[in-house]
């Protein structure tokens, strides 16, 4: 955990280095009439100092090789609600990865395509390719799936409530 | 008084609100019952929806989703032992037994009744105390606001349960998102960087859609949630007379709890509902029986989550300060139809504030006729496979995030926020600050630069004058509180790491 905290710690240093810089730039302007990089300067510092208070506890955790379990769990949470109910975890486990990783690049290629294939294919495909290959169902499952979860809200928000959304590459049809 | 609850009658009896008072509430149990997506993400995903509509119609069927949670939140964790909504987890120790034990219907019976009596103390609390505060907060000027905001955000990091420095953070990060966009003092551009859609900022719905909606699916993707529903037939959903006896006391203590719990920023429905619980067990003559099915441990929660979601508008009503983040969220519905939240709210818009107060009172009826005799269709819903609900969630985030701008561009960040969402959860960075953080951002920029003017660059002003100082000085000592209690655990660690090493004889040879 400490070596996790670490590295979020070193990433959120250096955009707190980034935006103080790009602050400066904006112009800061005194006190008395401050400038529009004076706000987002002074957050950067709080950002930069957080990082760094971060930095310095997750070294000195590492340096005492402390059991991570110990120390993250507060008493409040020590309470174990049930058999059903399954924690969300701590860090990143490979097999969880791969899948909420597809998962993610899907989603953020779907939102990337969706003026030009349009709000049915893009629906389509998102939730057909999540539904068959994360959820492993059934191809008959999955497309009716994908074809209710693009067709039907397109028929629902653009004929009917007029929401105008967008058509892509389906245009020709 | 009297005039003013005659004009909220009017205005909740509307047709028109009371049905979205319905469908506030109807949307709110199903939130409360289906797991995998609480209040905050429900509301995040219905806030462009609610635009079309007058501003009092979209708080109270907002409203109505957040306090309609806390009930259905109550019926899953008492039948299947999954919590609907974060609020009702600890309802599953007592709530669950008991239905093991065939007293399914008087827990959700007591679990229905105390929310009502809770919620209905919550709304009487709010009712007659949000007039004075408003009164009081009236004084306040820019400094005492940036003031309150810091402790805001100090006792919501200090409540939080992750470590507070990365609660911090997570603020900090909020209120960096928040300066994206048009410098509204200079007109300059900020970290904009030729995006025509940053130009207007980083928008609430689609950072709440993303960390709340996109994040909820990406994470019960790789988890698959065990469903036992229980089967047994639902005998009497009335309680007994000793069900009665025994839930008097904690439906009046949770009642109180909740109430002060749910003013703090920060505490809302989840932290009272953890606490009624404790104190229950405390003063309980048999502590060692709670999780056994004891009707007390359904009873005191869900009493408490639910005056705490209704005290929870009070330092919104009053102050135009978010107590936690479906008011946040809230709020940022608010700010978006173009009406301040403040002192002079209540004032200049009774008719607003009073029908919200009595479509509260309406919703909370509404909601125990919802609960009680539906439950069989609640359970039938439970048996919904993730695999049809989660594509449903995806197509009104994407239609949600879509029609703010009818630009892609918005969909793409509320993306890239799920994604950053689900990261920060793994990494145990609570995403709860940055959202309140980034509603709060402008106004708290706003009102620092307004300070910085008035004292011309006098840094003093924030200790001399008097309820701004005494507000740091609170912020302050929970920051000290925080860092003792961590040097305290650290010394106690380090005894520990010591006497064990001192008693392995493998670390010794």
Partial sequence: MAKLNLISAIVFLLVSMWVALESKGLGMGTLSEPGPGFYPFGISV?????????????????????????????????????????????????????????????????????????????????????????ERESLRFSTIIALCASVLPYVIFDKLVGMQLPQGILTIF | MFDNILLGLNIAFSPGNLAFCFIGCLLGTLTG????????????????????????????????????????????????????????????????????????????????????????FGILGLQFLSPYLADVSIDFTPTEYVSLMVLGMVILVYLARESMIKGLMMAVLGLLLGAVGMDLISGKERFVYHSITLMDGIGL??????LFGITEVLENLETSLRRDVYKAKIKSLWPTKEDWKRSAGPIGRGSVIGFLLGILPGGGAILSSFTSYAIEKKVSKHPEKFGTGMIEGVAAPETANNAAAQAAFIPLFTLGLPANIVMALILGAFVMNGMPVGPLFISQHP?????????????????????????????????????????????????????????????????????????????????????????LGPILERSLRQTLIISEGSWSIFVTRPISAVLLVIAAALICLNVLSAFKKMKARRKENKKTEVASPVRLS
Avoid: H
Wanted: proline share 4%; charged share 10%; net charge neutral.
């Fill in chain 1, 46 to 134: 709080l950002l930069l100092v957080f990082s760094l208070l971060l930095i310095i506890q997750s070294l000195i955790k590492l340096f005492l090789k402390n059991d991570q379990e110990q120390e993250e769990q507060k008493e409040g949470e020590k309470i174990v609600f049930s058999e059903g109910l399954q924690d969300a975890g701590f860090g990143f486990e490979k097999d969880k990865i791969k899948r909420v990783g597809g998962a993610a690049l899907l989603l953020l290629v779907g939102s990337l395509l969706l003026d030009t294939l349009g709000f049915v294919l893009c629906m389509f495909l998102v939730v057909f390719v999540l539904v068959k290959i994360i």
């Fill in chain 2, 33 to 120: 019952i289906l797991p995998g997506l609480g209040p905050s993400g429900a509301i995040a995903i219905l806030l462009p929806l609610t635009f079309k509509f007058s501003p009092t119609t979209a708080i109270i069927m907002l409203a109505g989703i957040y306090y309609g949670a806390m009930y259905g939140g109550s019926t899953t964790s008492i039948l299947v032992n999954i919590p609907g909504e974060a609020a009702s987890c600890v309802t599953c120790l007592d709530g669950y037994k008991m239905a093991r034990q065939g007293r399914a219907g008087s827990a959700l019976a007591i679990a229905a009744w105390g929310s009502l009596i809770g919620g209905t």
């Fill in chain 2, 351 to 439: 008719d607003l504030f009073w029908g919200v107060i009595v479509s509260m009172y309406i919703g909370n009826i509404m909601l125990v006729i919802l609960n009680l005799p539906l439950i069989p269709v609640w359970v039938q819903l439970l048996k919904v496979r993730y695999s049809i609900m989660f594509p449903i969630i995806l197509v009104f985030c994407f239609l949600g995030a879509y029609s703010l701008n009818f630009n892609y561009v918005e969909v793409v960040i509320m993306v890239i926020f799920g994604v950053l969402g689900y990261v920060f959860r793994k990494l145990r960075f609570d995403p709860t600050p940055l959202v309140f953080a980034l509603v």
């Fill in chain 2, 205 to 210: 719905v689609p950072v709440a859609m993303g």
